[in-house]
């Protein structure tokens, strides 16, 4: 992963930014002969959209994803499929409404990568945070979408665990749920709680952080690359570089430090289909940097929105003292939206590790 | 990160086995004329070192440190210097006892990565774990001592702050009292008691997880690059590879996901330094990938060592059903010796982002 | 150079096919803060551009570059400049008569990429040769005004120097005339030979080779990097990677191989500003890998094109033997559209250079 | 390719000067269980050798090399394989007598790389040339021997085809003859021509330069990789990357800029084996940067030695002018040893272009 790439067979370069022309990526690398159609990457991009709850941003994009390259209609089958050439995704930014964003211009939100990318660049893109917008994500998604196509034997699946200080029950999980609520939560009684929660926080002008945990399913035992292309060493960092998100950790994870050594490591005994079967998962499905065959499991935590409406102390490009109140349309809780994101970079991050262990052991 | 590279203009490339011939590494991208003696190296490893207390493994390794290309005279100071061409450094193998292992030629050790290397590779160097063996981390120690030096106002420190389920008390820390203590820990008060629960896990033959943290003080603001390349999600990736790693936490980190907006985000005042003093760290040092200016604050989770001597289930490679008891000499807790490699693997993190960021913006 | 990115701080990446919605590229790494106008890269697609003499391909493309993203109106200036982000640019296509390429669905056209785009990926766009149209040019030229800019101390120009058997008088050698013939011809008194022989040969059906030379003036000794990123090795690679190149020298290049050690090496003297004065540049100013100081010369060879009105034997799809004219609208002598793309592959090496050497030196 | 690593997958990263402790290269991506002894690679470093004819230098290094990770003994079969983790191979320094290079160590030799690497670190390692010394490529010729394991249906071989003005005859071409005679040369009527020319420029204290040729057959159709990583590209860089090398070309090279249309495109008919028969090979086997299944022919021009005994003018590091005269053991025609060098590079891009074109298409 660098600057606006990530991935080495299977890489996924973005651009653009929250208010200007629109997002967009280039996906390099992506197998030929793989049906691909917009609606594909259409599905994945609504999941992610803005402004179809009272929970997540007003703000009103349509997110039309357009297939600009890399594809074309198989003659012999009449469907749309991928060439083996760079596939470019381009979404138009449509409501962008600068107008809103006229104060933040000379001032530094605190919690945002205002003063930063000043900092470093000596320029900023003041215009709703510029490139450092979660806007960027919806050109993740659309790669997620497309990555989903190279391995399909794959479930990829991300649910919100925990929104402040509220968790789900385990016991409840049902992904069946996740589609049913406009948290992707897996446990049907938590909703009524999260709801509650979130109209309190909403309407106070304030904002929470959540947790939120993604599964992968189906993985074959052996992908991934140990000593620093390590699976979960990738995961680590395609999650963090998610807006706003703090830590990561893989099945146990934190809690991993809390236990003997008899019970964290997995027993195996043997499996059906020439695998071991293991007794329990707390590795998560990553051994030494490479899959073990159990399901994928990983966790990451998601900061609050920094954008609230109670008046904060910072300074402005001049180094004054001052106040900012971030106006705007915002996210309660970030998190949320975060589901269809973390899929996609999981579902990115599979795909590489796919192409890769093909290309070294056949 | 790939396979057995890191970093972008100052790259680490490690190779070696736990009982191979050694273990070594080359740095390639370094800058030119920066002082550089093995013994810069070995006082690093020597932090690493096995077998300096009960609490870590009894192997004896010197690991002593020859740097085979590279470096030279400078005939004007009389000083060793580099030369920016690439540098080896290599360590010799030297207590490999091979004969310990012979048990687990056959058999997949619990919580190891025996298994994943014969599914991916079809072969697997049993010989002490092979290339999966924390060995390999002295190669990493050795490139940190190089990395340090291209960054010299830079201080990069860790310190064991939890083993088990016991932490340290964080209104005593002392950096000082980190050389002082067998555990790297700086809380002087929390020595005696890690000391009895370690004796105790210790001759149960049993192993415990650890969490550290690592700071790195002295980071200028901008360091980092977005969208992929961000400073937090290389630091996740960094640490994340080392061996046994679980999670990885920015700042607040999962402590964020329970937070307000309000508590979150760092407000700022001005400093004297035409830099904004932040009134709060709860991101860690880092916002949009970027560096603030504040310390960077980077926890992770070790998970407690696999190899025990309470017997195991497991499987053999004709995948039948059997038990394992670990032998050899083992870290009861793995944890306090990742303390110099995450200080290791922080610092080239932080040269790499350091010549990256002065290609781009000068 | 990988797939369809090239470069490592300096990156472009470029999409798009021949007959699809457009051609477009992502530059990342870009330093920010430098005056970016559409117009800027306008300029150097013109010179590209296709139909505007007889002597190139009668496609009729406006090729408007459009800049979507990586640039802002600096409050400060009113200058639109970089910001230090992707700079997206696209291109769209607009004249692509897809009827024209109806025959060649089927079979394999001598001399182009058609065999072994479907060997490779089992598919292949069939439409104007897809994405090995050298259309994909104009997204390079794009990418290398904006190289341009970040060398702004760097002259680089180039030159068609011999068209089939036909070469200049290098005595006559001014880079004046460039801008004043259809054929970028350093040689004005050459013009009058290679207009009448170039119409011979379109009005033949056919078409000739040619060799062309890049001549970059201004560039700082040291830029470059051993061992395997020399200078001459980027730049062989990039020369190479365009449309029918086939072969590339530097300095004196395959003559270097005729002369005596004597005759070779370029001596030196002491020069006014602290560097050497060469007494020659057999060397094409590159020693070792880095740039020495004087101008950095290259040249290179195009085949003629293989889309000629000759009928050729080939084969089809189902691998049956049959014969292909090559109808459509080409270019009699392909290299003469290869400066601007030339220069612009020269920029991005050197941009990419520069970048890397501020990077590990300063 | 990237300072001192090149490749994707199969990457090549070497290290070490000619006078340091030795020369190394460390081979990751290497797929695994592949038969390889250290006699594997001795065998190719014998070739490269010096000291083996009085037509090369007289340095004797017995250059022998040894396996320090990478490979383990397959249990089942008793012979040692490669494991997938990363090969290091290690050639102790013997003979560098470097009271030889005194004179350099302030004066610039002309042709050499002592000036550029001065300007660009600072530092110079002037003992025999450092880092720039041929020495490097014995590392090359190791990784090439262990490339060539990866890629065992095809076969690399190259030959020297011109020494100064001398040609060799191809029709007398004859691969048989190239370990009978010193310089590789296909032509045994040549060799008697070449021991002449090349005793009397030995004894002059003079040097010449020449062109060789490579040629790998077995290639399949489709390896290789539009448009920036297309094979041409790289074997120019991997060539043009050798030590005094000044120019590639592939297939007709130069000579294609001489020909129409119709002598150049390589017509098809119909094979036995599923793919076309072309009737020529003007394009040395690619074609839009992917194999056409043809052998791939190469050739590339190196420059005479710099180093001669005539009195060369050039300046001292204080930049006063002076004269000097290389004396040392050199090689009056250095391109004689550079025959195995091309060969493991052009093993080393098959190598690599093998794994990617697997990991894409499968």
New interface residues.
Partial sequence: ??????G??F?V?????SH???I?C?V??????LALEAADIQAELDRRRPGTSRFTTQRQEPDTA?I???V?T??ATGRQ?T??????V?IDNVDQRSKDYGEI?DK??????D???D???????Y?GG???SAR?TAARVAAGAIARKVIPGVTIRAALV?M??LAIDRRNWDWDQIGKNPFFCPDAEAVGRFVHYLDA?RRAG??????LEVVAEGV???????????L??????????I?A???????????????????????????ND???RF?SN???GI???????QPIVARF????????L?P????DRA???TEIVTKGRHDPCV?IRAVPIAEAMVACVLADAF????????
Avoid at 83 to 88: K, R, S
Avoid at 206 to 211: H, L, P, R, W
Avoid at 232 to 241: I, K, N, P, Q, Y
Avoid at 301 to 308: G, H, M, Q, R
């Fill in positions: 992963m660098s600057h606006n790439t990530f080495h067979l890489r370069t973005t651009f653009g930014e200007g022309a629109g967009g280039v390099d690398g992506c197998p030929p002969r357009r600009l390259s890399g074309m198989d003659d499929v060439t083996g050439t760079p596939i470019a381009f211009r530094y939100r605190p919690g945002h990568a003063y930063v990318y900092a470093k660049y000596g320029i900023r893109d215009r510029g490139r450092s960027e925990k402040g200080k926080v304030s904002s929470v952080g959540a947790v074959p035992p052996g992908w991934g690359a140990p000593i620093y292309g390590k979960d060493a990738e995961l680590a960092s395609a999650l963090m570089s807006n998100v703090k830590g990561v950790e893989i099945g146990d994870g934190f809690g991993a430090a809390e236990l003997m050594g008899e019970e964290n490591a997995d027993e195996m005994r043997a499996g020439g695998r071991p007794l707390h590795a998560g051994l030494g940097g490479l899959a073990t065959g935590a998601v900061k609050p929105t920094s954008s609230i109670t904060r102390k910072t300074v180094m004054e003292e998190g192409l890769r262990h093909r290309g070294q052991v056949g």
